[in-house]
């Protein structure tokens, strides 16, 4: 069983910038491949960013493509997803997920094997 928990969200103006955090327990993070999904209010979950296992490929969302940064460190067993220049619409719950299977950038979360309870990003001034 792995445990994500993410970490890193808050308030920021637009323009600002977050790294959020998404440290895993349980199993090596680096025998998964990694999504990164939000879901502001009202809207469908998106998927943000999606490692791969096709190519080993990092797909990036076009909202966010240019803007968004994933990077991992293995030896916390954590993955990270930076965030620059954040516009008002970035506001949302951002949730890591991890899968051993199969992914493409249109795997929904819940295919996942696992996911993360999600931390806010809220972009306003």
């Known amino acids: 069983q792995v445990q994500l928990v993410e970490s890193g969200g808050g308030l920021v103006q637009p323009g600002g910038s977050l790294r959020l955090s998404c440290a895993a327990s349980?199993?090596?993070?680096?025998?998964?491949?990694i999504g990164w999904f939000r879901q502001a209010p009202g809207n469908e979950r998106e998927g943000v960013l999606c490692?791969?296992?096709?190519?080993?490929?990092?797909y990036y969302s076009d909202s966010v493509k240019g803007r968004f940064t994933f990077s991992r460190d293995n030896a916390k067993n954590t993955v990270y997803l930076q965030l620059k220049s954040l516009k008002p619409e970035d506001t949302a719950v951002y949730y890591c997920?991890?899968?051993?299977?199969?992914?493409?950038?249109?795997?929904?979360?819940?295919?996942?094997?696992?996911r993360g309870q999600g931390t806010q990003v809220t972009v306003s001034s």
């Open positions: 997920a991890a899968h051993r299977g199969l992914v493409v950038p249109t795997t929904p979360i819940e295919t996942y094997d696992y």
């Open positions: 349980g199993s090596t993070l680096g025998y998964y491949y």
């Open positions: 490692i791969s296992n096709l190519d080993g490929s990092t």
